[in-house]
């Protein structure tokens, strides 16, 4: 079974949510306007012109709306992160009165940094490491989700060691079989997830006896994308039988957590509301405790897709339109690296050409694909679009925000998009476009050879002299002049500055390098130990070279003598920094094994705008 390609009709200066037969895919403030689609008041023309393509544009003020109105129908509402793991959107769940539900310890981490204290946070996970339990423990979190037996002994002796005692709940598998695609379905008897019913009351009798742990209650997912309220049923009645059962053996049950899965219209599914859910499944909760004369449980829900699919859309510009036999092809600049969901479920999604204001005139079916070197990298079949579609149009994937961006990947080396919020008319960056650098940031030194280092032979590599200043200047203002590589603006210091400190250029601390050629100046490189006792064993280097005389060999002279001189005064690790748009420096810096550190975000304001820069570094010691 399929979870759900179409394209919607509306015209100009219509929301698309009113153009709809059923339930609508697209975020509700999305509209036609003149200029094509519009969201958030924000014309997608001019957020792909400003961010780039792809781009995953969130509607704030849609995305809110559907956290506040989740709240009301259960005691405690939990946002899967799992779905779209955004700082940002981590907090709006926050502060609408969500608390979170991690799926590992990563998604614990991206919790705490977005914000959250651990009370607010419920950690499950069907295999979760001692280190994943460690930090719930250490974190306070509210809830740990056990998946068994073993894994509630383990956190046990974790807790007992940190002097905590840690509430927990047990998943049950429920044994509902559900209406979606298999790999999604997580209710089954044979599903990996959780304890099986007929093991479950002895299972939760241990939890209740192990003195590091609080047993709260009991947990169940029948799975994701579910079209039907009775599923639900199902496992509250499953896990209501247990309640009984537990009683029986003195063992009490204050939560029940039914998980999440609620469906989302993505083309003609009517889609699953919450709020219905949380009415049925209240009823049924409260009649079937008068009945067996049970304490009433806290109901527990935990959505995610249902929050984030709808509010998100991923705005693509086509780069290439061709006939393959009976079939149009139209190819966009992403695909399964940013949307891997039609290759993984067979997922469908709602697409427009979203640059194209009126939407009526001749319309032609195409198939959607992706810039990857696979046949298989199609994101949509058969969607209907503009007869003239082609280079430079934009198109827009409909319910993008739930397991898109989450399940990501740089194959390719194709970075994972950035992301965007819109509203009143005005944009945020919540997420920037991965790029080459920070790919690259894994990558180590680890049996690089040796680079080879030829020079030009009119070209001296040697210690800088005080004669050298005034060259060494003309040399610097070029660079600075072309404004894309250093931090300078300006050449700030005369040329009696560079004469002192050429004086000594040589030192344990120290070193001023210099590529002569004839008398000129064509090339120089500082570096400098840093200061501090605990970092002496560190050096900072600087380099530039005269615009002219690049691609000769000179930049690597002067890093291959900045490294000699290093290791001769005893420096263990070399450390720079660099434009990340400075590629032909970063291929030279890599030739020598320095490595991608980390990203200093807007680090440099200059007077055309604010940039990053990459950190690298080269480890020199033992």
């Known amino acids: ?92 769940a926050l502060e609408e009165r969500l608390d979170l539900l991690a799926s590992t310890g990563g998604e614990v981490e991206a919790c705490l940094r977005a914000g959250a204290r651990g009370d607010r946070i419920v950690l499950h996970g069907n295999n979760k490491s001692d280190d994943e339990l460690r930090l719930a423990v250490g974190a306070g979190l509210s809830l740990v989700i056990a998946d068994g037996p073993d894994e509630l002994r383990r956190l046990d002796a974790i807790a007992r060691a940190a002097d905590r005692v840690q509430p927990v709940l047990l998943r049950v ?34 939890a209740d006896s192990l003195p590091g742990l609080r047993f709260d209650g009991l947990h169940a997912h029948v799975g994701s994308q579910v079209p039907d309220v009775a599923s639900f049923e199902g496992a509250l009645d499953a896990l209501l039988g247990l309640v009984v059962r537990l009683r029986s053996a003195a063992v009490g049950v204050r939560v029940l957590d039914l998980g999440g899965g609620f469906a989302v219209p993505y083309v003609d599914e009517p889609g699953l509301d919450p709020a219905d859910v949380a009415h049925v499944l209240r009823a049924r909760l409260d009649a079937r405790c008068a009945q067996e004369g049970l304490e009433r449980p ?114 390719n080396r194709v970075g994972r998009p950035a992301v965007v919020a819109v509203r009143d008319g005005a944009s945020t960056l919540w997420l920037r476009r991965e790029d080459a650098a920070d790919m690259d940031r894994f990558e180590t030194a680890a049996a690089r050879p040796e680079p080879a280092v030829t020079l030009p032979e009119d070209v001296e590599i040697r210690p800088a002299r005080p004669r050298d200043a005034a060259s060494f200047i003309e040399m610097w203002r070029s660079v600075v002049e072309e404004g894309r590589w250093v931090r300078s603006e300006t050449v700030a210091h005369p040329a009696r500055v560079y004469r002192a400190r050429f004086r000594r250029p040589w030192t344990d601390e120290e070193a001023q390098i210099v590529a002569v050629e ?11 130990r840093e200061r501090h006792p605990v970092t002496h064993h560190v050096a900072t280097l600087g380099i530039a070279v005269a615009p002219d ?51 200093l975000a807007r680090q440099s304001r200059r007077s055309g705008g604010y940039l990053d820069e990459v950190l690298m570094g080269l480890w020199l010691g033992g």
């Open 549 to 599: 005389r690049r691609g000769r060999g000179i930049g690597a002279a002067l890093l291959d003598e900045s490294i000699r001189w290093a290791k001769g005064v005893g420096v263990e690790k070399i450390v720079l920094s660099v434009y990340p748009t400075n590629t032909a420096a970063i291929a030279l810096y890599r030739r020598f094994g320095f490595v991608d550190e980390g990203r």
């Open 518 to 528: 004839g008398e000129r100046v064509v090339g120089h490189l500082y570096i400098q």
């Open 173 to 206: 598998v429920p044994e509902v079989h559900v209406r979606t695609h298999e790999a999604i379905a997580t209710g089954h008897a044979a599903s990996k997830f959780g304890t099986p019913l007929a093991q479950a009351v002895e299972v939760a009798g241990l």
């Open 298 to 411: 806290a109901l527990v829900a935990e959505p995610g897709r249902t929050l984030v699919a709808n509010p998100v859309v991923t705005l693509y510009a086509v780069g290439a339109r061709k006939d393959a036999g009976t079939t149009t092809l139209v190819a966009v600049d992403g695909g399964m690296s940013d949307n891997l969901r039609p290759m993984l479920y067979d997922a469908r999604f709602e697409a427009l050409a979203a640059s194209r204001g009126d939407r009526a005139g001749a319309t032609a079916p195409v198939t959607v694909v992706g810039k990857h070197c696979e046949s298989g990298d199609v994101l949509a079949d058969d969607v209907m679009m503009p007869a003239d579609l082609g280079p430079g149009d934009l198109i827009a994937f409909a319910a993008t925000g739930a397991y898109t961006y989450s399940l990501a990947t740089a194959y």
């Open 1 to 92: 079974m399929t979870e759900g390609s179409g394209a919607g009709v509306a015209r100009a200066g219509s929301r698309l949510s009113e153009a709809s037969a059923g339930a609508s895919p697209w975020p509700a403030s999305a509209t036609i306007g003149a200029r094509g689609l519009e969201i958030g008041g924000v014309a997608c023309a001019d957020l792909a012109a400003r961010y780039g393509t792809p781009l995953l544009i969130v509607d704030e003020a849609d995305l809110r709306a559907r956290c506040r109105a989740v709240v009301p129908g259960f005691d405690r509402v939990l946002y899967a992160v799992k779905a779209f793991t955004a700082h940002a959107v981590i907090r709006i």
